[in-house]
Nanobody, 117 residues
Framework: QVQLVESGGGLVQAGGSLKLSCSAS????????MGWYRQAPGKQRELVAS???????NYADSVKGRFAISKDDIKNMVYLHMSSLKPEDTAVYYC???????????WGQGTQVTVSS
């Protein structure tokens, strides 16, 4: 059974930094892509950043230049480095992983990030 476990969330002041980590229970080579999503209260879950198995990355416009996604294929980890945090970055952040054949998306349980002004 695939499990994704996030860690690293917390409370930070505006302008600060946080690093989120996602640990996968299986080799992440099994996934076509991995990513970070977030959901703020009363809002839909949105993609923050994604990384393909070949390493290509994609970011939401709202985080470009401030966030960076990376992965460690040996440790089966995916990271989200967040800097210049803003109060509007406050949300629950979820790690996700996509497999094909069949198409399945796995989710972590989420980690809270709160940015105070």
């Amino acid at each position: 059974q695939v499990q994704l476990v996030e860690s690293g969330g917390g409370l930070v002041q505006a302008g600060g930094s946080l690093k989120l980590s996602c640990s996968a229970s299986i080799n992440i080579f099994n996934f076509n892509a991995m990513g970070w999503y977030r959901q703020a209260p009363g809002k839909q879950r949105e993609l923050v950043a994604s990384i393909l198995d070949i390493g290509n990355t994609n970011y939401a416009d709202s985080v470009k230049g401030r966030f960076a996604i990376s992965k460690d294929d040996i440790k089966n980890m995916v990271y989200l480095h967040m800097s210049s945090l803003k109060p509007e970055d406050t949300a629950v952040y979820y790690c996700a992983a996509d497999r094909s054949d069949p198409n399945v998306r796995y989710w972590g349980q989420g980690t809270q990030v709160t940015v105070s002004s």
